[in-house]
Protein backbone atom coordinates (compact mmCIF):
# COMPACT_ATOMS: atom_id res chain seq x y z
CA UNK A 1 0.00 0.00 0.00
CA UNK A 2 1.22 3.56 -0.59
CA UNK A 3 1.28 5.42 2.81
CA UNK A 4 2.08 9.12 3.46
CA UNK A 5 3.03 9.63 7.09
CA UNK A 6 2.93 12.95 8.00
CA UNK A 7 5.14 14.38 11.19
CA UNK A 8 4.33 17.06 13.52
CA UNK A 9 7.59 19.09 13.19
CA UNK A 10 7.98 21.24 16.29
CA UNK A 11 10.48 18.99 18.67
CA UNK A 12 11.89 15.59 18.15
CA UNK A 13 9.79 13.74 20.22
CA UNK A 14 7.18 13.13 17.27
CA UNK A 15 9.99 11.74 15.18
CA UNK A 16 11.24 9.52 17.85
CA UNK A 17 8.16 7.36 17.91
CA UNK A 18 8.10 7.66 14.28
CA UNK A 19 11.08 6.41 13.22
CA UNK A 20 10.18 3.03 16.12
CA UNK A 21 7.61 1.71 14.07
CA UNK A 22 8.63 2.60 10.13
CA UNK A 23 11.47 0.10 9.75
CA UNK A 24 8.34 -2.43 10.28
CA UNK A 25 5.83 -0.31 7.58
CA UNK A 26 8.41 0.26 4.90
CA UNK A 27 9.16 -3.27 4.79
CA UNK A 28 5.60 -4.10 3.77
CA UNK A 29 4.50 -0.78 2.29
CA UNK A 30 5.62 2.08 0.42
CA UNK A 31 5.65 4.82 2.93
CA UNK A 32 6.81 8.31 2.08
CA UNK A 33 7.43 10.68 5.35
CA UNK A 34 6.34 14.08 5.19
CA UNK A 35 7.71 16.36 8.01
CA UNK A 36 8.92 19.83 8.81
CA UNK A 37 11.14 21.76 10.94
CA UNK A 38 12.46 19.42 14.18
CA UNK A 39 11.08 16.54 12.26
CA UNK A 40 12.61 16.96 8.82
CA UNK A 41 16.30 17.43 10.15
CA UNK A 42 15.62 13.71 12.12
CA UNK A 43 14.14 11.86 10.00
CA UNK A 44 14.93 13.20 6.15
CA UNK A 45 18.49 11.48 6.87
CA UNK A 46 16.95 8.08 7.26
CA UNK A 47 13.82 7.75 5.22
CA UNK A 48 12.39 9.26 1.92
CA UNK A 49 11.04 12.90 3.15
CA UNK A 50 9.26 15.49 1.90
CA UNK A 51 9.81 18.58 3.44
CA UNK A 52 5.92 20.47 4.51
CA UNK A 53 4.97 23.48 6.47
CA UNK A 54 5.41 23.39 10.12
CA UNK A 55 3.56 25.26 13.47
CA UNK A 56 5.15 25.83 16.33
CA UNK A 57 5.12 27.60 19.81
CA UNK A 58 7.30 31.29 19.39
CA UNK A 59 9.13 32.35 22.47
CA UNK A 60 9.35 35.91 24.48
CA UNK A 61 12.86 37.22 25.52
CA UNK A 62 12.17 35.28 29.28
CA UNK A 63 11.59 31.51 27.78
CA UNK A 64 8.15 31.88 28.14
CA UNK A 65 5.47 31.33 24.99
CA UNK A 66 4.76 34.35 23.40
CA UNK A 67 1.29 34.71 22.55
CA UNK A 68 1.70 38.14 20.03
CA UNK A 69 5.03 36.25 18.50
CA UNK A 70 2.89 32.92 18.21
CA UNK A 71 0.28 34.25 16.14
CA UNK A 72 2.58 36.23 14.09
CA UNK A 73 5.02 33.68 13.29
CA UNK A 74 1.84 31.04 12.24
CA UNK A 75 -0.38 33.47 10.86
CA UNK A 76 0.84 32.40 6.94
CA UNK A 77 1.13 29.11 7.47
CA UNK A 78 -2.18 29.07 9.85
CA UNK A 79 -4.52 30.22 6.48
CA UNK A 80 -2.32 28.13 4.34
CA UNK A 81 -3.64 25.37 6.41
CA UNK A 82 -7.21 26.28 7.00
CA UNK A 83 -7.80 27.89 3.18
CA UNK A 84 -5.20 26.50 1.10
CA UNK A 85 -1.62 27.89 -0.05
CA UNK A 86 1.62 26.50 -1.74
CA UNK A 87 2.13 24.26 1.22
CA UNK A 88 -1.10 22.37 0.99
CA UNK A 89 -1.15 22.50 -2.63
CA UNK A 90 2.26 20.85 -2.18
CA UNK A 91 1.01 17.71 -0.46
CA UNK A 92 -2.07 17.37 -2.87
CA UNK A 93 0.27 17.02 -5.60
CA UNK A 94 2.26 14.88 -3.75
CA UNK A 95 -0.59 13.11 -2.80
CA UNK A 96 -1.86 12.83 -6.17
CA UNK A 97 1.78 11.88 -8.25
CA UNK A 98 2.53 8.82 -5.72
CA UNK A 99 -1.18 7.50 -5.61
CA UNK A 100 -1.43 7.83 -1.80
CA UNK A 101 -3.47 5.44 -1.07
CA UNK A 102 -3.59 5.72 3.28
CA UNK A 103 -2.43 8.58 5.49
CA UNK A 104 -0.93 7.92 9.54
CA UNK A 105 -0.26 10.76 10.81
CA UNK A 106 1.68 11.98 14.37
CA UNK A 107 -0.08 15.09 15.11
CA UNK A 108 0.32 16.91 11.45
CA UNK A 109 -2.39 18.64 10.50
CA UNK A 110 -1.22 19.44 6.41
CA UNK A 111 -1.20 15.60 5.70
CA UNK A 112 -4.72 15.53 7.93
CA UNK A 113 -6.16 17.75 5.75
CA UNK A 114 -5.18 17.03 2.83
CA UNK A 115 -6.72 13.31 2.97
CA UNK A 116 -9.54 14.87 3.92
CA UNK A 117 -10.45 16.69 0.69
CA UNK A 118 -9.24 14.02 -1.34
CA UNK A 119 -11.18 11.09 0.27
CA UNK A 120 -8.15 9.26 1.66
CA UNK A 121 -8.66 7.34 4.76
CA UNK A 122 -6.65 8.24 7.94
CA UNK A 123 -4.55 6.77 11.16
CA UNK A 124 -3.99 8.97 14.16
CA UNK A 125 -1.21 8.20 15.54
CA UNK A 126 -0.12 9.91 18.25
CA UNK A 127 0.31 11.03 21.82
CA UNK A 128 -2.04 14.46 22.11
CA UNK A 129 -4.79 12.47 20.52
CA UNK A 130 -5.20 11.35 24.58
CA UNK A 131 -6.45 14.71 25.15
CA UNK A 132 -8.76 15.01 21.79
CA UNK A 133 -9.89 10.99 22.13
CA UNK A 134 -9.89 10.19 24.97
CA UNK A 135 -12.41 10.38 28.10
CA UNK A 136 -11.22 13.94 29.98
CA UNK A 137 -8.72 13.02 32.97
CA UNK A 138 -7.49 16.53 33.75
CA UNK A 139 -6.92 17.71 37.33
CA UNK A 140 -8.94 20.76 38.05
CA UNK A 141 -6.58 23.70 38.07
CA UNK A 142 -6.08 22.37 34.15
CA UNK A 143 -9.76 21.25 33.20
CA UNK A 144 -10.47 24.13 31.34
CA UNK A 145 -7.41 24.46 28.95
CA UNK A 146 -7.95 20.63 28.42
CA UNK A 147 -10.94 21.07 27.31
CA UNK A 148 -10.26 23.78 25.47
CA UNK A 149 -7.09 22.04 23.68
CA UNK A 150 -9.49 18.83 23.19
CA UNK A 151 -12.16 20.75 21.22
CA UNK A 152 -9.11 22.83 19.26
CA UNK A 153 -7.40 19.15 17.90
CA UNK A 154 -10.71 17.99 16.89
CA UNK A 155 -11.90 20.87 15.02
CA UNK A 156 -8.15 20.97 13.31
CA UNK A 157 -7.73 17.00 12.93
CA UNK A 158 -11.21 15.87 12.82
CA UNK A 159 -12.20 12.40 13.75
CA UNK A 160 -9.91 9.86 11.82
CA UNK A 161 -11.33 6.01 10.82
CA UNK A 162 -8.50 4.40 13.32
CA UNK A 163 -6.75 6.36 16.50
CA UNK A 164 -3.84 4.80 18.20
CA UNK A 165 -2.32 6.37 21.41
CA UNK A 166 0.93 5.81 22.59
CA UNK A 167 1.14 7.48 26.22
CA UNK A 168 2.92 6.80 29.66
CA UNK A 169 0.30 6.56 31.56
CA UNK A 170 -3.37 4.79 30.93
CA UNK A 171 -6.67 6.93 29.65
CA UNK A 172 -10.20 5.62 28.96
CA UNK A 173 -11.00 5.90 25.23
CA UNK A 174 -14.31 8.47 24.33
CA UNK A 175 -14.22 6.99 21.11
CA UNK A 176 -14.45 2.94 19.43
CA UNK A 177 -12.15 3.28 17.24
CA UNK A 178 -9.45 4.51 19.37
CA UNK A 179 -6.81 2.42 20.98
CA UNK A 180 -3.94 3.03 23.48
CA UNK A 181 -0.56 1.42 23.82
CA UNK A 182 2.60 2.25 25.75
CA UNK A 183 5.33 4.02 25.31
CA UNK A 184 7.43 3.40 21.59
CA UNK A 185 10.96 2.18 22.55
CA UNK A 186 13.38 2.90 19.26
CA UNK A 187 15.96 -0.29 18.73
CA UNK A 188 18.52 2.67 19.92
CA UNK A 189 16.59 2.27 23.48
CA UNK A 190 16.00 -1.23 23.63
CA UNK A 191 19.22 -2.33 22.83
CA UNK A 192 21.32 0.04 25.54
CA UNK A 193 21.60 -1.15 29.40
CA UNK A 194 20.72 0.92 32.08
CA UNK A 195 23.86 1.93 34.45
CA UNK A 196 23.89 3.84 38.01
CA UNK A 197 25.66 6.94 36.90
CA UNK A 198 26.71 9.63 39.28
CA UNK A 199 25.48 12.55 36.94
CA UNK A 200 21.92 14.37 36.03
CA UNK A 201 21.18 14.53 32.48
CA UNK A 202 19.49 17.76 31.30
CA UNK A 203 17.34 18.45 28.37
CA UNK A 204 15.80 21.30 27.14
CA UNK A 205 13.18 21.02 23.41
CA UNK A 206 14.12 24.61 23.16
CA UNK A 207 17.15 24.84 24.49
CA UNK A 208 17.93 28.39 23.15
CA UNK A 209 14.97 29.61 24.83
CA UNK A 210 14.60 28.05 27.97
CA UNK A 211 18.14 27.54 28.58
CA UNK A 212 18.03 30.69 30.70
CA UNK A 213 20.77 32.54 33.31
CA UNK A 214 18.69 31.27 36.22
CA UNK A 215 18.97 27.61 35.08
CA UNK A 216 22.77 27.85 33.96
CA UNK A 217 23.33 28.73 38.26
CA UNK A 218 21.03 26.42 39.60
CA UNK A 219 22.74 23.30 36.85
CA UNK A 220 26.54 24.77 38.18
CA UNK A 221 25.47 24.61 42.33
CA UNK A 222 24.34 21.00 41.57
CA UNK A 223 26.86 18.75 43.71
CA UNK A 224 27.12 16.27 40.77
CA UNK A 225 28.45 16.29 36.92
CA UNK A 226 25.26 17.58 34.47
CA UNK A 227 24.98 16.54 30.90
CA UNK A 228 23.38 19.11 28.80
CA UNK A 229 21.26 18.28 25.29
CA UNK A 230 19.51 21.16 23.71
CA UNK A 231 21.64 23.84 23.81
CA UNK A 232 23.83 25.80 21.41
CA UNK A 233 26.88 24.81 23.62
CA UNK A 234 29.47 22.37 23.72
CA UNK A 235 32.88 21.60 26.01
CA UNK A 236 33.16 20.77 29.24
CA UNK A 237 32.33 24.00 32.07
CA UNK A 238 32.56 23.81 35.49
CA UNK A 239 30.56 20.86 36.19
CA UNK A 240 28.38 21.07 33.35
CA UNK A 241 29.26 18.80 30.05
CA UNK A 242 27.45 20.35 26.98
CA UNK A 243 26.95 18.10 24.14
CA UNK A 244 25.94 18.14 20.38
CA UNK A 245 22.41 16.26 19.35
CA UNK A 246 23.09 12.53 18.77
CA UNK A 247 20.63 9.86 18.82
CA UNK A 248 22.78 7.00 20.33
CA UNK A 249 24.75 9.44 22.16
CA UNK A 250 21.59 10.90 23.64
CA UNK A 251 20.24 7.44 24.52
CA UNK A 252 23.64 6.39 26.36
CA UNK A 253 23.46 8.97 28.27
CA UNK A 254 19.71 8.70 29.46
CA UNK A 255 20.80 5.13 30.15
CA UNK A 256 23.87 5.87 32.52
CA UNK A 257 22.25 8.79 34.06
CA UNK A 258 21.55 9.11 38.08
CA UNK A 259 18.30 11.36 36.90
CA UNK A 260 16.84 13.31 34.57
CA UNK A 261 15.72 16.85 34.31
CA UNK A 262 13.77 18.45 31.11
CA UNK A 263 10.95 19.03 29.17
CA UNK A 264 7.96 17.55 29.50
CA UNK A 265 7.48 15.23 26.45
CA UNK A 266 5.81 11.91 26.24
CA UNK A 267 8.15 10.22 24.42
CA UNK A 268 11.64 11.21 26.35
CA UNK A 269 9.18 10.26 29.62
CA UNK A 270 8.71 6.92 28.55
CA UNK A 271 12.17 6.30 27.65
CA UNK A 272 13.37 7.93 30.94
CA UNK A 273 11.03 5.16 32.89
CA UNK A 274 12.04 2.39 30.74
CA UNK A 275 15.59 3.02 32.37
CA UNK A 276 14.44 3.53 35.86
CA UNK A 277 15.45 7.11 35.73
CA UNK A 278 13.33 9.39 37.89
CA UNK A 279 12.44 13.12 36.10
CA UNK A 280 12.03 16.73 37.39
CA UNK A 281 9.56 17.55 34.95
CA UNK A 282 9.92 21.75 33.18
CA UNK A 283 6.40 21.45 31.51
CA UNK A 284 6.51 24.04 28.61
CA UNK A 285 3.41 26.87 28.97
CA UNK A 286 1.75 24.13 26.78
CA UNK A 287 -1.27 21.95 28.19
CA UNK A 288 -0.18 18.46 26.87
CA UNK A 289 3.07 18.85 28.57
CA UNK A 290 1.56 20.36 32.46
CA UNK A 291 -0.69 17.57 31.75
CA UNK A 292 2.17 15.29 31.30
CA UNK A 293 4.05 16.80 34.14
CA UNK A 294 1.06 16.29 36.68
CA UNK A 295 1.05 12.41 35.60
CA UNK A 296 4.78 12.24 36.41
CA UNK A 297 4.13 13.44 40.32
CA UNK A 298 0.85 11.31 40.66
CA UNK A 299 2.46 8.15 39.37
CA UNK A 300 5.75 9.07 41.70
CA UNK A 301 8.02 8.62 39.28
CA UNK A 302 9.46 12.01 39.87
CA UNK A 303 8.55 15.65 40.41
CA UNK A 304 7.45 18.94 38.45
CA UNK A 305 9.04 22.48 39.01
CA UNK A 306 8.94 25.70 37.11
CA UNK A 307 11.22 26.39 34.59
CA UNK A 308 10.82 29.82 34.70
CA UNK A 309 12.04 29.88 38.11
CA UNK A 310 14.14 27.03 38.64
CA UNK A 311 15.96 27.21 41.76
CA UNK A 312 18.76 24.96 43.39
CA UNK A 313 16.79 24.00 46.00
CA UNK A 314 14.33 22.63 43.64
CA UNK A 315 16.60 19.86 42.51
CA UNK A 316 18.25 19.21 45.52
CA UNK A 317 14.67 18.30 46.91
CA UNK A 318 13.86 15.95 43.53
CA UNK A 319 17.31 14.38 44.21
CA UNK A 320 16.77 13.79 47.88
CA UNK A 321 13.76 11.86 46.71
CA UNK A 322 15.45 9.68 44.41
CA UNK A 323 14.82 6.13 46.10
CA UNK A 324 11.76 6.58 46.13
CA UNK A 325 10.93 7.69 42.76
CA UNK A 326 12.99 4.85 41.67
CA UNK A 327 10.63 2.61 43.57
CA UNK A 328 7.94 2.90 41.70
CA UNK A 329 9.34 3.21 38.00
CA UNK A 330 9.05 -1.09 37.43
CA UNK A 331 5.00 -0.61 38.36
CA UNK A 332 4.97 1.77 35.46
CA UNK A 333 7.79 0.72 33.14
CA UNK A 334 6.73 -0.39 29.54
CA UNK A 335 6.54 -1.02 25.60
CA UNK A 336 4.03 -0.37 23.52
CA UNK A 337 6.05 -0.78 20.19
CA UNK A 338 5.18 -4.75 19.90
CA UNK A 339 1.53 -4.27 20.12
CA UNK A 340 1.38 -0.79 18.35
CA UNK A 341 3.18 -2.14 15.26
CA UNK A 342 0.86 -5.07 14.71
CA UNK A 343 -2.33 -3.10 15.60
CA UNK A 344 -0.95 -0.67 12.49
CA UNK A 345 -0.53 -3.49 10.49
CA UNK A 346 -4.01 -4.58 10.77
CA UNK A 347 -5.54 -1.23 10.25
CA UNK A 348 -3.59 -1.20 7.04
CA UNK A 349 -4.58 -4.88 6.32
CA UNK A 350 -8.48 -3.67 6.58
CA UNK A 351 -8.31 -0.65 4.38
CA UNK A 352 -6.47 -2.97 1.94
CA UNK A 353 -9.45 -5.50 2.15
CA UNK A 354 -12.24 -2.33 1.91
CA UNK A 355 -10.15 -1.07 -0.85
CA UNK A 356 -10.03 -4.76 -2.91
CA UNK A 357 -13.80 -5.28 -1.95
CA UNK A 358 -15.16 -1.96 -2.85
CA UNK A 359 -12.90 -2.75 -6.42
CA UNK A 360 -14.72 -6.54 -6.98
CA UNK A 361 -18.01 -4.82 -6.78
CA UNK A 362 -17.10 -2.37 -9.27
CA UNK A 363 -16.27 -4.96 -11.62
CA UNK A 364 -19.60 -6.86 -10.31
CA UNK A 365 -21.82 -3.66 -11.30
CA UNK A 366 -20.38 -2.99 -14.88
CA UNK A 367 -20.18 -6.95 -15.75
CA UNK A 368 -23.81 -6.87 -14.67
CA UNK A 369 -25.17 -3.48 -16.62
CA UNK A 370 -22.91 -4.59 -19.76
CA UNK A 371 -24.95 -5.39 -22.77
CA UNK A 372 -25.39 -9.06 -23.24
CA UNK A 373 -23.46 -9.90 -26.39
CA UNK A 374 -20.54 -8.05 -24.93
CA UNK A 375 -20.03 -10.63 -21.59
CA UNK A 376 -19.72 -13.42 -23.82
Same mark, same amino acid.
Not at 3 to 21: C, D, F, K, L, Q
Not at 51 to 62: A, E
Not at 190 to 210: I, M, P, S, V
Given at each position: ??????????????????????PSLMAEHEVTVFAGAD???????????????????????????? &?????????????????????SALIEREFRERGIQLV?????????????? &???????? +?????????????????????????????????????????????????????????????????????? %????????? =????????? /??????????????????? &?????? =?? +????????????? #???????????? =???????????????? #?????????? =?????????????????? &??????????? %???????????????????????????????????????????????????? /????
Open positions: MRIAYGVMGYGRGHAMRTMSVLAFDVLAPRFPTVRIPSIGYQYDDSGRHS &LRRTLTRNFAPMCDLLFGGAGISDSEAWTHRVAQK &LGIPRISF +DHVGIIAYCKPHFPPELWALGMRDAFAYRALMGVPERILISSFYPAQAAYPQVRIVGPMLRDEVLRTKAA %NGDYLLAYF =NKGEHQYLP /HVDRALRLVDCKVVVYGTR &LRGVDD =NL +DFRAPSVDGFVRD #LAGCRAVLSTAG =NQLIGEAIHFGKPLLA #LPEDAFEQRL =NAHMIERMGVGMQADLKR &LTPSDIDRFLG %NHDWYTSNMREHAGNGRAEATEILHRYIGEFVHTRTQRAQRRVSVRRASAPA /HSRG
